[in-house]
């Protein structure tokens, strides 16, 4: 910082331009008492406005050096996969037929399910597995197609759980962050980990049953690598207690790695086998966390 000086009259001496007459005027009204004066050294009456004066222009500066630091140093931005964000169009209606669904659920559903497209294909190709693992337990679906980690950050704060006390959530999400490369493997495990504190916040009595993200994509690829680098670290969210994880990926694929047309069509949805192979591996996960006995396949 330049050193600008005053030319007021200040009994010849120089002062910074901020040190104005009514700054001298506040030293001038709390004077050093006698005790201070001799420990600073001070003969006479002159010099102690002049010392109190340095002090008010030390912590002056500090405010200065502060305000100035939080200027150069801004907090940084979020990034895109925690920074909750809406939906238009058609997924914005889907979420609007959600908050009607969980209203006129009362409160009764004992099992969620929070997701994208393949927990919302629950109602397509594993609507007959739906209705024998999860009517029962009149558990809901809160899977919209298409949604990353900060959409469903967003609607879980707008209503997509209003009134629920669900004894489990059922969490599969992030598959759709992988393939944006603006998305590092820390961001995308960053995204799915504020999903499940998101839901620890709302619904404190409910348990996280945390699914690791699917296989996708007909062969190995540089993506289905970056899914499995996310899953490792989401192992170290299981405590046991409140919240379980559980990765049954590799049920999904063939001996050589690939993924056949008979468990996804598209290499990434699932088919009714693939549903019900979900259901079966997951069964006795979810029994034991609602304590109840496993549905038989």
């Known amino acids: 910082m330049n050193s600008v000086i005053s030319n007021s009259p200040t009994n010849g001496r ?9 700054s001298l005027e506040i030293c001038r009204r709390f004077p050093l008492s006698p005790s201070e004066g001799k420990r600073a050294g001070v003969r006479g009456k002159e010099p102690r406005p002049l010392s109190r004066c340095r002090n008010f222009l030390v912590a002056a500066l500090g405010l200065l050096a502060a305000s100035v630091f939080a200027q150069t140093n801004p907090a940084p931005e979020l990034h895109q996969c925690i ?5 238009e169009g058609q997924p914005y209606e889907r979420f609007l037929e959600l908050n009607k669904r969980v209203k006129e659920s ?6 969620i399910f929070v997701g994208d497209s393949i927990t919302r294909r629950w109602e397509d190709d594993g609507k007959e597995v739906w209705a024998k693992y999860y009517a029962p337990r009149h558990a809901l679906n809160l899977g919209i197609g298409g949604d990353q980690t900060q959409h469903v950050l967003w609607r879980l704060d707008h209503g997509n759980l209003d009134g629920l006390k669900p004894k489990v959530a059922v969490v599969l999400i992030g598959v759709n962050n992988i393939p ?21 916040e709302l619904l404190p009595q409910t348990k996280v049953l945390l699914l690791g993200i ?7 690829c540089p ?33 050589d790695g690939t993924i056949s047309k008979d468990m ?22 979810l029994a034991a966390m609602l304590g109840e006995k496993p549905i038989a396949p």
């Open 14 to 22: 120089a002062f910074p331009l901020f040190m104005n007459p009514g």
């Open 83 to 87: 920074k909750p964000i809406p939906r």
């Open 106 to 111: 009362h409160g009764q559903a004992e099992v």
């Open 180 to 200: 944006d490369d603006h998305n590092s493997p820390r961001q995308v495990l960053e995204g799915v980990t504020a999903v499940v504190r998101k839901l620890r």
């Open 214 to 220: 699917f296989p996708f994509r007909e062969d190995f």
């Open 223 to 255: 993506q289905r690598a970056k899914a499995l680098q996310v899953n490792q670290a989401l192992h170290k969210l299981d405590d046991g207690q409140w919240i379980r994880f559980l990765d049954f990926g590799h049920l999904f694929i063939q001996p």
């Open 264 to 285: 996804m069509r598209d290499f990434l949805h699932l088919s009714p086998t693939g549903y019900r192979l979900w259901a079966q591996a997951m069964e006795p996960d």
